[in-house]
């Protein structure tokens, strides 16, 4: 059975506190994302990763990094945690080429700033 | 930018069919339609690549039509197990990023 794992299901962090989310994938694909979930807003895209150490920005990649330093794990970091980044946050992962299938998802990490 | 899909939302009865619809302003690789189930992760249901072809799964297909940057999701004689949120994900070349639209919620009521 393939697997997005996310490390947290939940998560309460201060304003101003730095905030890892790891997510791991146990299906040797290529590429890996973060989206970010918020009511109205559907699944926006903050990073993805097309290899190890190889990154692109998404559409909302402002106030986060990512570290890829192995193929199975993502990270997502806030640098500096505020509470616009409170939302649910999605991993996924898929084979490198769009043709060859979908993608999978993690079960999320909500995440609150407060 | 994100594909804009529509209705936002729909209720149907049980048995009833929808469409729900996702345009791009890019010129498309593929497009991923997914269904997500109220506290779950999306799942991935198909996938379309240009050159117009329509697919199935079960009672749920789907169209893309490259000339328009569109694409349509079918369900026909719709059941309760069909509710959730439709997310269409799209591509613009073979390893690029995959963007999703806002959604759209399906209630299918008795």
């Known amino acids: 059975d393939v697997k997005v794992t996310q490390s947290s299901r939940y998560l309460v962090k201060r304003t101003g506190e730095k905030v890892f989310l790891e997510c791991v994938q146990d299906m040797d694909h290529e590429n890996m994302f973060w989206y970010r979930q918020d009511p109205g807003l559907g699944l926006r895209l903050i990073y993805f990763s097309y290899d190890v150490k190889m990154k692109e920005k998404g559409d909302i990649p402002e106030g986060y990094s990512v570290s890829r330093e192995k193929k199975e794990r993502f990270s997502l970091i806030l640098e500096s945690a505020s509470t616009n980044q409170t939302s649910m946050y999605l991993c996924?992962?898929?084979?490198?080429?769009?043709?060859?299938?979908?993608?999978?998802f993690g079960q999320g990490t909500r995440l609150t700033v407060v | 930018q994100q594909p804009v899909q529509s209705p936002q939302a729909v209720i149907l009865r049980e048995g009833e069919d929808a469409v729900i619809n996702c345009s791009s302003s890019?010129?498309?690789?593929?497009v991923h339609w997914y269904r997500q189930k109220h506290g779950e992760a999306p799942v991935f249901l198909m996938i379309l690549l240009k050159g117009g072809e329509q697919k199935g799964h079960d009672k749920i297909s789907a169209s893309f039509n490259e000339k328009k940057q569109q694409s349509s999701l079918y369900l026909t004689a719709s059941q309760l197990s069909y509710s959730g949120t439709y997310f269409c994900?799209?591509?613009?070349?073979?390893?690029?990023?995959?963007?999703f639209g806002t959604g759209t919620r399906l209630q299918v009521t008795l």
């Open positions: 994900g799209t591509a613009t070349g073979t390893a690029s990023k995959l963007t």
């Open positions: 996924a992962s898929s084979l490198w080429d769009r043709a060859q299938g979908g993608a999978f």
């Open positions: 890019k010129a498309l690789y593929s």
